[in-house]
């Protein structure tokens, strides 16, 4: 990629979120309420039984709702970790219940501070959101870098961790623009089920 493609990677990327933003605001809600149904049963067929470290989120209104795949996760036994906001640009910590969580500076529903921060030796899957996604695994996300930047750290310490971004069929495309310090997923879970983007050993 040369420089004059590494500079309108930003704009490129700005004009995909409006998108996409488009997009999901004018798909049926029932449709998207379908897929998510769909896609939380997916991921209780694909992920393994416990004991399995689970790294997720708490879904926003515009990204697959997770939230019975969770209970669900919980209920299993999973060592679940979601993230909060705190000194570090990205946090995770793990919760027993939706009780365990309360609503952050960022008005999303997170762990408090006194649940136990993750391990990333000990993590064996994580599930990631985005406004997009394509098939070779390139993620666009809300702007912020915190997933990249987090995905990338844990690699480092746990080459093993695997990672799933978490999408409606309307969100994959044919191709997202990427530069150096973005991260690619292992995997992409939707309604249909996983499509594997590469092999975790390729990296």
Known sequence: MDILDRMNVPEEKQRLRMAMQERLLH????????????ICKKLEELL?????VLAAFFPLK???DLRPFLREALRK???????TAGDRSFLLRSIHSF????????????PSKECPTLDPMRLHYALIPGRAFDQSG?????????????IRAERAENPHTIFWGIAF?????????HVEHDERVDGIIT??????TKNIDDR
């Open 27 to 38: 798909s049926p809600t029932k449709n998207l309420a379908l897929e998510s149904r769909l």
């Open 48 to 52: 393994p039984e416990p004991p399995l």
């Open 62 to 64: 515009s990204e697959p």
């Open 77 to 83: 036994g999973m060592e679940l970790y979601l993230p």
């Open 99 to 110: 009780r365990d969580l309360h609503t952050g500076p960022w008005n999303i529903p997170e």
């Open 138 to 150: 390139w993620r666009i996300g809300r702007g912020g870098a915190g997933y990249d930047q987090w």
């Open 169 to 177: 069929e309307c969100q994959i495309l044919p191709h997202v623009p």
């Open 191 to 196: 309604a249909r089920g996983l499509i594997a």
